[in-house]
């Protein structure tokens, strides 16, 4: 039991689970915590799940620079992941403390956020390289923010499937449902298509219930053995993690190959379920990525949800919503719950509280969850399929 | 000084800045696999160094848009403004932003044709875009 098997492979690799999963204790507006100290509150956080102090920590992961993490947390890890490809970074992070793990290289791997997104407390000023290819060739355009950057290619995706702009208006709609539920939640209220048609422009076709917010936050993991799992004196019952992808396609959504589909999607979440040896049928929950409203369109289609052009129809009839057969983003996603930054830390956090049972939006028997992150706007995805020991 | 962010070239880069200081579009080719964009000393699918510079056309199409509300460094003053992505003729996509028609969602479509101009910013000049035909400049 305390083993998984990839298709193809006679080896049989020894089982990874989540001991330890926290956010900080504040989310959302935390004008007086620095990006570090919400980085290292939840780690304390996620370690107390686990009955674990920082001197039993041997590895660190996370995208602030990991030996300020370490001096902070207090560890001298003997393995340290900085890798940075944007908001699916913890995604490669689990699956590399994964490997890290199954080889010996650390026994407990704790994997960090801290972003002070809104407030800047102990942040650098946001800087641009103009000598890369985005910055020669995509930056001098009067690209203000992600809103006008990532959102580019929806417009290629809507008219290949003749869809409209309220394709958009849906995914907020019904996600909102879900944050209704969360009272961390920086939007809490429900939403009609009407709503959200006539907040704010900020992109047309994007308006701004459409884009996530801006916050603050943190959230951590602690990943270990099965093995040393059962010694341990756990709040929660270990979260198994059973298959992971990642691809890095490139430096983002002018460059993609297709502007309707996200190579980088459906190669991290090919490789996630072969390797948690589950198909689209096996899962019970789901996170996408949703820094704004297209994304989880082109998830659900490039996962194998749904077929091409078919995800705004399938969220319209409330499969994603409370009560359907596809639970997703049931924290209300980054565009109702918390966007830092760097979401996918919190996409994460979900997932474990629905195997574990607690989240605020609990959704009846999850066994398995898939989470699919996205970073660098279509730059890079990380996927990780969750399920229960 | 425009206010606006300017590309930083770098020796990959140099010649197709210096060919849109002469109001020409230039990438690297590869006989074996084609255009090379964005430019780079080798073929990222065989890894020749031996290909040469050529022109493109200028000509394209509207493969997607946005119509961006909050401007960007410098352009504060221009919003609303379209940031398009135009697919070349002969293949490679482009960001740029479209001048010479109605800043509105129905004035443009996917597929809509396009030409390239040059805008003049601090010394550089940048690929920009206006309908197929059309004689607006910046
Ligand atoms: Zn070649």
Redesign the interface.
Known sequence: MASSRIEGDDMTYEEIVIVGAAESELIGIVPDVSATGLAIGSALRALDDAGLKPSDVDGIAGTLHVSELALQLGVKPRYADGTNVGGCSYMLHVRHAVAALRSGMADVVVIMHGESGRSRVGSPPMAMDMATASGQFERPYGIAGTFSMFTIPTMAYLHKYGLDETALAHVSVAQSKWAAQQPRALRQKVLSVEDVMESKMISWPFRVLECCPVTDGGGSLVLTTAKRAADMDLKYKPVVVAGTGELVEGAGSSFMEDLTSFRAFRESSAEAFRTADMTVNDIDHLMIYDAYAHVPLYGLEDLGFVGRGEASEFIKSGATSPGGSLPMNTNGGGLMYTHTGMYGMFALQEGVRQIRGTSPAQVEGVQTSFVQGVGGMFGAAGAVVLRTQ | MSG???????PE?RIYWEKTALNELWMPYCQTDGWVF?PRFHCPTCASTEFEWRQLSGRGTI?????????????QD?V??F?I?VDLEEGP?????LYGVPVE?TAV???MPVEVFFEL?DGIH?PQWRPAGSKVTI
């Not at chain 2, 493969?63 to 352009?75: E, L």
């Not at chain 2, 996509?93 to 932003?97: A, D």
Request: net charge positive; charged share 15%; proline share 13%.
């Open positions: 606006k962010l300017l590309p930083n070239p770098t880069t964005p493969a997607s848009f946005i119509i961006t509300h909050r401007g960007g460094a410098g352009y221009e609303p403004y940031i992505l996509r482009l960001v740029g932003n969602p479509e996917v597929g910013r940048l």
